[in-house]
């Protein structure tokens, strides 16, 4: 028996938000109905704690064929979400897009007219203007930024993204720890395009995103796709060589030619405290190098799926 063709896939990791799930899918079966679209939807449940699982439960006993359900063991974040729903489409073209109704639905026609012009790997959704916090407005563009400097993306975009099956069957091959899709995308292909979407404000419940969890996402980027920490220890351990050796050299100069003595047990102190701070935070710093390649080694599992419906 042929399986029904999937025109488009789309992702969607599901964190507290029970309160929007059932306007969501609606408001997308409506949008495929209109385009004239085999669509699938695919909810990641990133462990969430209110009733958001049992709403997909709900969706999927009234749309069986159309919906697959996915809870996952522990929260493990946005990213990993997603690359667990990859596994799971099987459509020619694939959509990730949030839970909450800030990205609009009816917007996803933009990005497949936008990848059937340009034949576009990968198409972002860029907001003119978002609809959010100023402090989560305020973390995602350094996060935006730093990601364009520090793990070479185009530094803008979103995640409310259209990539092509040739795209997803290469980039879900990363099973690792920690994922930023936005890195690997780039790792296999600069043909990205972007269009502008709308950005609505929440409706209810609240990001799942703060100002920690942002600057953990930043250091994680950083220790897992670039060497920036490993070259300031280098550099910051070559300059500091340098101005000690220059200092010592000017003390001895000053004992031999001057008969001055430099005194200062508080200075010497200060040195030796200084320095044993810089050498513990490099020896944490490879320590989180050292503790990401042990449990890749171990086989540590990046997430663990407790239940598909």
């Known amino acids: 028996m042929n399986q029904k063709r999937i025109d488009i896939s789309i992702v969607v990791p599901v964190y507290n938000s029970s309160e929007s799930l059932s306007e969501l899918f609606q408001r997308i079966q409506n949008e495929m109905s209109r ?49 667990c729903g990859f596994n799971f489409a099987k459509g020619n073209l694939l959509v990730t897009m949030d839970d909450d109704l800030q990205q609009s639905p009816e917007d996803i026609e933009k990005l497949i007219r936008k990848q059937s012009e340009t034949s576009a790997d990968l198409v972002y959704g860029v907001y003119p203007k978002r609809s959010s916090t100023m402090m989560r407005k305020t973390g995602s563009y350094f996060i935006r930024k730093a990601s364009k400097y520090t793990a070479q993306t185009i530094g803008e975009g979103s995640s409310f993204r259209l990539f092509n099956r040739n795209l997803v069957d290469k980039i879900r091959d990363h099973f690792h720890s920690f994922v930023f899709i936005d890195e690997l995308v780039y790792w296999h292909t600069t043909e990205i395009e972007t269009v502008e979407v709308s950005h609505s404000p929440r409706k209810s419940g609240k990001s799942g995103y703060s100002i920690f969890s942002l600057t953990k996402m930043f250091s994680d980027i950083v220790i897992n796709y670039t060497a920036i920490p490993l070259r300031i220890m280098t550099w910051g351990g070559v300059t500091l060589s340098i101005i000690s050796f220059l200092m010592g050299i000017w003390f001895i100069l000053k004992k031999i030619f001057l008969k001055t003595t430099v005194p200062g047990f508080t200075a010497t102190i200060v040195v030796v405290l200084f320095s044993t701070s810089i050498l513990l935070i490099c020896m944490g710093i490879i320590g989180q190098y050292l503790y990401k390649i042990f449990n890749h080694q171990m086989g540590k599992p990046p997430y663990t799926i407790r239940k598909v419906i």
């Open 35 to 83: 385009l004239q679209l085999e669509f699938e939807i695919i909810f990641v449940d990133d462990a969430s704690k209110d009733n958001s699982w049992e709403i997909i439960q709900k969706l999927k006993t009234e749309h069986a064929g159309t919906i697959t359900g996915v809870r996952m063991a522990r929260n493990t974040g946005q990213h990993l979400a997603l690359m």
